[in-house]
């Protein structure tokens, strides 16, 4: 199975399950954007944003924002 060409949003991408499923669509050549509050060391800047998304106006910010990306 392959997602290349397909957009693939991941929140919370830093940790545990959320990390395993960034690995995944890597690996499926997914289009990737990840969320967290902190960018890890280790993780790559060129598809990560940092956000909380705790509350719905930082959600609804967010999203408006993403729509343009």
């Known amino acids: ?3 290349q060409g397909q957009r693939v949003l ?4 830093t940790k545990g399950v ?3 499923v960034v690995q995944v ?11 967290a509050r ?3 060391v280790e993780m790559q ?5 940092t956000a909380d998304l ?8 967010w999203r408006a924002w993403s ?3």
Not at 10 to 13: N, P
Not at 25 to 35: D, G, I, N, S, V
């Open 25 to 35: 669509m890597q690996e499926l050549c997914a289009c990737l954007l990840t969320t």
């Open 18 to 20: 959320g990390k395993a």
């Open 10 to 13: 991941v929140t919370s991408g």
């Open 54 to 61: 705790t509350t719905q106006r930082a959600v609804t910010s």
């Open 38 to 40: 902190n960018l890890p």
């Open 67 to 69: 729509i343009h990306i």
């Open 1 to 3: 199975m392959k997602l």
């Open 45 to 49: 800047a060129d598809f990560f944003v």
